[in-house]
């Protein structure tokens, strides 16, 4: 008979504990664990964006005494931010591969503004403190998405855009539900103490955060695999990097084997190094760890530009989420003037907006990674997911504009939030994937295109409809927001069919296709 001794089972204890703590630490360095951080900081960004909807009129014209035009300014404000704050945070995040400080940056930038805006009292202030919440927003959304697009390869960006995506559509679209209960329950205090709160635990949550290792190894064999390099040169760039701390390598770095193939061996044989180069561009002979020489080429924003995969999603995604942001500044006054509706009662009406859109960002996220819908839908791929669901978004955003009741509207705003999900899910992954086919070194710099995109969006669209509809009503403003819708559909179609018109369809299907988007 055996006889558990105390000291036996605080030993067990212990090592259950110990167990526990080793998976946790394990689980901070996998992609799961970038994704999930990744998409609280988009959430995060995004429900600051929505949050002051439902209260923003009895602000400005109940207690400040602001024309509906002053709502528009500052959702614009805002926009104006990120696209101040993307693309600066792009260059510095993808020039010096360096993603965890200017993300806590801007989780420290948003939390302090965003407190800042809720208990301001004067419009200037208001102003003020919208443009720096836009800063850190567009600092903390492009470097989020080029974390995900770093540690996903390109059969998976789809999915894992697709839960940012997710996360996205909770803050953008949940925004507005979240900030009228909880305008409702406490006021302006209420809110700055919500607004610190969730970026105190995003802030925490990145800071645990380490990075894969595979990270960079991911990266090396792109660069293998795209970039034209003598082997010769990779032989001397391999001898230049070896050196001695080999063996104290950061988690941000990795060792690999090399062949004299300039291909990635056998981890148990071949010659071990430092890859710290990034795909598509070459290091300069003698530099450092501790000091790194510049790249002699990278990509940048304008050679993204003239990709134009990336320059129709830019255009998609201005006509998308300006179509989804069309409600904020004008559906509080619709509802506020034609219904009467309280800030509460407004708010949960943007739920309808909410769930579909969430459903759709997973469920279509699954299908523009799978190669045999993408095959059939040949040579749109996920453009078609964007055109159809473009084209029929427009329709719901008229039947929008024609409801006289808030049953209607609750139901075609379901609608609206199912197809342009469909219609946005895509882009994100679209964009990832054809860097990836560049060579992987401008994540970064085409998310932040993307912030830029939906700035335009933010800036544009909400300052233009709030005037529009003061002159010719709410189901004339959603008209003119379903052509745009239209419009942008017609673009994206325009590209596909000159290859599918060029080539034909068996040209895109098969061992030898070609490739298409």
């Keep these: 008979m055996s006889i558990r001794t105390p000291s036996a089972n605080n030993d067990g204890g212990g090592s259950a504990i110990k167990r526990m703590f080793h998976k946790c630490n394990e689980f901070r360095s996998t992609p799961a664990a970038v994704l999930i951080v990744s998409t609280m900081a988009v959430f995060s960004d995004t429900v600051v964006y929505g949050l002051i909807v439902p209260f923003l009129p009895d602000i400005l014209q109940n207690k ?26 792009a260059y510095i995040s993808d020039r010096w591969n360096m993603r965890k400080w200017p993300m806590v940056i801007g989780l420290v930038g948003l939390g302090a503004t965003s407190v800042l805006f809720a208990l301001a009292d004067a419009f200037w202030e208001l102003v003020v403190a919208r443009l720096a919440q836009g800063i850190s927003s567009g600092i903390t959304w492009a470097v989020g998405l080029a974390m995900i697009a770093d540690v996903y390869s390109g059969e998976g960006i789809g999915k894992a855009m697709g839960v940012a995506f997710s996360g996205f ?45 595979n990270m960079q190894a991911v990266q090396s064999s792109r660069a293998s695999e795209l970039a034209d390099v003598d082997p010769t040169q990779v032989e001397k760039q391999i001898q230049s ?26 981890m148990n044989s071949g010659v071990q190094t430092h890859i710290t180069c990034l795909p598509a561009a070459r290091t300069i002979e003698g530099a450092t760890d501790a000091n790194p020489a510049p790249l002699e ?50 708010g949960v009406v943007f739920i309808a907006l909410v769930v579909p859109s969430m459903i759709t960002g997973i469920l279509v996220g699954r299908f523009t990674d799978d190669e045999r819908v993408l095959n059939y839908l040949a040579p749109y791929g996920r453009f078609a997911f964007m055109i159809v669901g473009s084209l029929l978004a427009a329709i719901a955003v008229a039947c929008v504009g024609a409801t006289r009741n808030i049953a209607g509207l609750v139901v075609n705003l379901a609608v609206v939030g199912f197809l ?98």
């Excluded at 998310?447 to 709410?474: C, D, H, K, Q, R």
Aim: with cysteine.
């Design 64 to 89: 400040l005494g602001m024309s509906s035009s002053a709502n528009g300014i500052l959702f614009g404000t805002f926009g104006l931010g990120v696209l101040i704050g993307a693309p600066i945070s």
């Design 420 to 517: 342009c999900g469909t219609a946005a899910v895509p882009i994100l992954s679209t964009m990832g994937v054809h860097v990836y086919r560049m060579g992987g070194d401008a994540y970064a710099k085409v998310y932040a295109l993307f912030n830029i995109a939906y700035s335009i969006g933010v800036i544009v669209i909400p300052t233009v409809l709030p005037p529009v509809m003061n002159a010719v009503g709410f189901a004339a403003t959603m008209g003119v927001v379903s052509a745009l819708l239209v419009f942008g559909a017609i673009v994206l179609t325009i590209q596909p069919t000159r290859m599918l018109r060029k080539y034909g369809r068996s040209a895109f299907v098969g061992d030898n296709a070609r490739t298409f988007l």
């Design 241 to 266: 990097t070896t050196s001695a701390e080999a063996s104290s390598t950061p988690i941000e770095e990795v060792s690999l084997p090399i062949t004299a193939d300039n291909e990635i061996g056998d």
């Design 297 to 346: 080429r990278r990509t940048t924003m304008w050679d993204l530009l003239k990709e134009w995969p990336i320059l129709a999603c830019c255009l998609a995604t201005i006509t998308v989420t300006g179509a989804s942001g069309s409600f904020e500044p004008t559906l509080p006054i619709h509802m506020d003037e034609e219904y009467g509706s309280s800030p509460a009662i407004i």
């Design 169 to 213: 559509t909770i803050g953008y679209l949940g925004g507005p539900v979240l900030g009228g209960v909880i305008y409702g329950a406490g006021g302006n205090h209420a809110i700055a103490i919500f607004v610190g709160a969730i970026a105190v635990v995003d802030l925490v949550f990145r800071l645990l955060l380490v990075e894969p290792k």
